[in-house]
């Protein structure tokens, strides 16, 4: 006689816990060149972000009446506070990074039915909901370099010490773009680029360091087949497309692909949030479609739009067409003809 007292998403379960630990290994490599480059108190944010985390979540599933330890310990609500934390500003104060983290758990995933049912990925929610409420706290990044002590910049998160232009300002992308939209016509990019106390090598000064961690991570997860490379790579390349081609018409305007690929949340974006197994697409050609649109979108966002980043924007608005895409690329059925 078959045991049927343990049902199968308990396998499944395990399976995602073994998975999200996964995810959290690979975001160390840009954590750590975060702490390196500016400081450690954006540990300060990860703490508060999973604390958070995890205390909405375990109010969520009493009031839902779902077991506590079964999906506490599956690690979801972890993976959602560090993409939460990693695309706040590190010096935010600290109820910013608290309430994006609240309305990311409560609303954008158990008000659809919890783990597996959110059509929107919640850490993108989290973001483009505290820039339409925030944007000024929301566009307040460390400077490279800046000479605050970790107790200092504690202080500045917890509203005991006043924010200073010293220590904080727009990233490199939103600098970028301000200043070709201040000086139109009289500036190039060549120009800007040339100012080393913002801009590194090939992007923003120290952020490459940082992407290149979200890079190497990346690749970790691609290695261990716990994403596929569809989603990733067409992201890539709709932003690279995009980039290249206004970049060859017109370079004094419009900065060269590289540095789009290593600033802002392209990296992040591309091996952490378009590969979500929930909110995104499922199918092989869906995932093409998926990432590819949303590195275009993502950079006509930056570039033309409103924001600083547009990869949260652009994923949210992919979101809303995961279903149209999947219907529309499904396999043939195994033993019937393709239609097409």
């Not at 993409?83 to 309305?103: E, N, Q, V």
């Not at 600083?308 to 690329?329: E, H, K, Q, R, S």
Request: charged share 10%; aromatic share 12%; with cysteine.
């Amino acid at each position: 006689m078959m045991d049927f007292s343990t049902p199968p998403y308990l396998l499944k379960n395990a399976s995602v816990q073994r998975v999200m630990l996964q995810v959290v290994a690979a975001l160390v490599p840009g954590i750590a060149a975060y702490v390196w480059i500016f400081g450690p108190v954006i540990l300060v944010q990860l703490a508060l972000a999973t604390a958070t985390a995890l205390a909405a979540e375990a109010a969520m599933l009493k009031l839902r009446n779902k077991p506590l330890s079964l999906f506490l310990s599956d690690g979801s609500a972890i993976v959602t506070a560090w993409l939460i934390a990693l695309t706040f500003p590190p010096l935010s104060p600290w109820w910013l990074i608290i309430t994006g983290t609240l309305f990311a758990i409560v609303v954008a995933k158990h008000l659809y039915g919890g783990l597996g049912q959110n059509p929107f990925n919640p850490a993108m929610v989290a973001f483009a909901v505290c820039i339409v409420s925030f944007p000024a706290l929301m566009s307040q990044w460390p400077a490279v370099g800046m000479q605050v002590s970790l107790a200092d910049q504690i202080a500045v998160v917890f509203g005991q010490m006043p924010r200073l232009d010293a220590i904080s300002g727009a990233t490199p992308l939103d600098t970028l773009k301000t200043a070709l939209k201040l000086d139109e016509g009289t500036v190039s990019v060549a120009a800007l680029l040339a100012d080393q106390t913002v801009y590194g090598f090939f992007a923003g000064r120290g952020w490459e360091w940082v992407t290149g961690g979200y890079l190497l991570g990346g690749l970790f997860l691609w290695w261990r087949g716990i994403v596929s490379w569809h989603a990733p790579l067409s992201f890539v390349a709709g932003l690279s497309l995009l980039a290249t081609g206004l970049w060859l018409y017109n370079p004094a305007q419009f900065a060269n692909p590289l540095f789009h690929l290593f600033s802002g949340g392209a990296m992040l974006g591309a091996w952490f949030i378009v590969t979500d197994p929930v909110s995104g697409c499922t199918t092989p050609k869906g995932k093409l479609i998926f990432g590819f649109s949303a590195g275009v979108l993502a950079y006509l966002i930056r570039v033309f739009g409103g924001y600083p980043d547009g990869v949260a924007f652009a994923v949210l608005l992919m979101n809303l067409c995961v279903p149209l895409i999947d219907l529309y690329t499904q396999p043939a059925i195994f033993g019937m003809k393709d239609k097409s």
